[in-house]
C-alpha cells in the first residue's frame, strides 16, 4: 500500500473542497415587481405575479406502518479496511504514522472549511480514504461509524467527538502500570451522527417537505431560531442529565463496567476485544437534535384533542383547534361518567392565543417522530490496567457490534389539518417519568393552552377534519360540528 500516493490525493481532495466554498443550492428570493410610482396609493386589490404553489399532499397521506413514519437513515460508513496480521497503533514517526498524521490534518481542515450545504460526498471520499490507512485500521474496534447523510451533519459529528475518536489512533497507548494515570490510558468513544431531515430521507407525503428550505435561507431561518435553540438546549440538558447517570441497565454503572471488566480478564489474549465490545453495550444514548431546515407551518388548523380525569367518577373529553395563520381558537369539551363512557354536553369556549408559541408546537410537532431519540453520545472511557488495544487478524471477528437502548396519566392527540384534510398526526403521552420529547410537546402545548384569551376569534371554524383511522372518530365529528356553529 503506497501511503504518501494516499496522503497526497488526500490533500488534493482537500484542496478541491477549497475551491467549492461557493458551492450548494440556495433558494432563490421571491421576486418583486418595482412600482411604476413608488409614491402612488397602494391598491389592496392590485393583480401581483405569484409563485406556483407547491402541490398539496394527498389527503391521509400519512404511512400505516409505525416504521414507515419515521425518518430512513441511510448505510453507515463501510471502510476498506487495511488487513494486517497484528492491530495496534503506529510507532510514533514511522513513515505510516507520519502519512496518517498528515491526513487526519488534511480531514480536519477540511471539515473546517466545507460549507455546511456543499455535497457531502467530498468528505466523505477524505473520511474513507483517512480510515484505509494502516495506522487507522485499528479504528474498526468502534462499534458504529457514521453515515455521512450530509455535510452539515458529518461536521457535527466532527466537532462533537468525531474529530477526537480518530485522532487517538496516532497516540501511542502506554502498556506499563506506572502509565494508568495518563489521559491516554482512555479511549474516546464517538457520537452517534445526527439525523438528517430532508428529501432523501423523508417518507413521499410526510408534512415536513413542504416547509422544508435551504440552509443558506436566512427568511427561512429567522422566525424558527428561537424555537431551535429552545429545543436544542432542552436536548443539551438531556445529554447532560445521562452523561452524569450512574445507572445502566437497572443497575449501578460502577458494577456495570466491573463485570466487563472481569469477564474479558477471563479471555486471555483476547481480553481487549471482549471489554471493548462490553462497553459499547453500555453507551450513554440521549435525544438529539436533528439536522433540519424548515419553516413553521403557518396555514391551516393545528388541533389537540386530550383526555382528562378530574376525578374518579368522571372524564372530560377536550378539542380545541388553533387557526396557525392568525392564532383564533376553538375549544370544546364533553364530560361524562367514566365508567358508562357516555358523553354529556358539549361546552364551546373561543378566543385566541399567541401565534409564536402556537407556530412552534408546530415546528417541533411535524418531526418529533423522526428525532432519535436513543444517540450515542461521545464518551471517554479508562482502559483497565494490563488492557492494550491490540489483536491478531484471527481475533477480530465480530467487530461492529452496535450500542445498545435503554403508564400515562394524560394523553393529547396533536394533528395538522388544511382544506378538510389531516396531513399529520401524532399522539403525545403526558406523565411523570414519560420520555423528554413528549415531555418537551406537552410543555409547548400546556404554553400555548395557558395564553387562550376568551373572545373573538381572529378566524373561523373552517376546513376542520376528522380523522377516519382513529377509534373515537365519531366524537371528532361531533366536536367539529360544534365548533362550526356561529
Given amino acids: 500500500m503506497h501511503t504518501p500516493n494516499l496522503s497526497m490525493a488526500l490533500a488534493t481532495a482537500a484542496l478541491t473542497l477549497a475551491t467549492q466554498l461557493g458551492c450548494g443550492a440556495t433558494q432563490a428570493s421571491p421576486r418583486t415587481e418595482a412600482r411604476a410610482d413608488p409614491s402612488a396609493p397602494i391598491v389592496v386589490n392590485e393583480p401581483t405575479t405569484a409563485p406556483t404553489p407547491a402541490p398539496r399532499p394527498a389527503c391521509l397521506a400519512i404511512p400505516a406502518r409505525a416504521e414507515e413514519r419515521v425518518a430512513r437513515d441511510p448505510e453507515a460508513l463501510a471502510p476498506n479496511w487495511a488487513r494486517l496480521a497484528h492491530y495496534q497503533r503506529c510507532a510514533p514517526e514511522t513513515p505510516e504514522h507520519i502519512a496518517a498524521r498528515q491526513a487526519f490534518h488534511v480531514l480536519d481542515e477540511a471539515f473546517s472549511s466545507t460549507p455546511i450545504n ?24 468502534t462499534g458504529e461509524l457514521p453515515r455521512a447523510a450530509s455535510t452539515e451533519s458529518l461536521r457535527r459529528w466532527w466537532e462533537e467527538g468525531g474529530k477526537q475518536w480518530l485522532e487517538q489512533y496516532l497516540r501511542p497507548m502506554p502498556r506499563t ?17 445526527a439525523r438528517v431531515l430532508g428529501p ?26 428561537p424555537f431551535r435553540r429552545r429545543l436544542e438546549r432542552t436536548l443539551g440538558a438531556q445529554a447532560e442529565q445521562a452523561r452524569s447517570s450512574t445507572e445502566r441497565f437497572g443497575d449501578s454503572l460502577e458494577n456495570r463496567m466491573s463485570q466487563c471488566e472481569r469477564e474479558a480478564r477471563a479471555q486471555g489474549s483476547d481480553r481487549y476485544l471482549f471489554w471493548r465490545r462490553c462497553i459499547e453495550s453500555l453507551r450513554v444514548t440521549a435525544p438529539q437534535m436533528p439536522v433540519v431546515h424548515a419553516r413553521a407551518p403557518s396555514t391551516g388548523w393545528l388541533v389537540a384533542q386530550s383526555h382528562s380525569h378530574p376525578d374518579d367518577q368522571r372524564s372530560c373529553e377536550r378539542y380545541c383547534a388553533y387557526d396557525l395563520a392568525t392564532g383564533g381558537a376553538h375549544c370544546a369539551t364533553s364530560c361524562g361518567e367514566s365508567a358508562t363512557g357516555e358523553r354529556g354536553a358539549i361546552t364551546v369556549q373561543r378566543g385566541n392565543v399567541e401565534l409564536p408559541f402556537l407556530r412552534e408546537l408546530g415546528w417541533v410537532m411535524v418531526f418529533a417522530n423522526d428525532i432519535d431519540r436513543d444517540a450515542a453520545l461521545g464518551e471517554m472511557v479508562r482502559v483497565p490496567r494490563g488492557f492494550s488495544p491490540e489483536w491478531s487478524d484471527n481475533e477480530a471477528s465480530g467487530l461492529g457490534m452496535g450500542g445498545m437502548g435503554g403508564g400515562c396519566s394524560s394523553i393529547t392527540s396533536l394533528r395538522w389539518i388544511e382544506d378538510g384534510c389531516v396531513l399529520f398526526e401524532t399522539l403525545v403521552a403526558v406523565s411523570s417519568g414519560t420520555n423528554p420529547i413528549d415531555a418537551y410537546l406537552g410543555d409547548l402545548y400546556a404554553v400555548v393552552d395557558s395564553a387562550f384569551v376568551e ?32
Fill in 118 to 141: 456543499a455535497d457531502v460526498a467530498q468528505l466523505r471520499r477524505l473520511l474513507l480514504g483517512a480510515l484505509e490507512l494502516p495506522c487507522f485500521a485499528v479504528a474498526q474496534e
Fill in 177 to 193: 502500570a506506572t502509565d494508568d494515570a495518563s489521559s491516554s490510558r482512555f479511549v474516546v468513544l464517538p457520537p452517534a451522527e
Fill in 200 to 225: 432523501a430521507t423523508l417518507y413521499e407525503g410526510h408534512p415536513l417537505r413542504r416547509l422544508l428550505c435551504s440552509p443558506t435561507d436566512a427568511t427561512c431561518d429567522e422566525e424558527v431560531r
Fill in 455 to 486: 373572545g373573538v376569534p381572529r378566524a373561523a371554524a373552517s376546513g376542520l377534519a376528522a380523522h377516519e383511522g382513529d377509534h373515537d372518530h365519531a366524537m371528532q365529528l361531533r366536536f367539529i360540528e360544534a365548533l362550526s356553529r356561529d
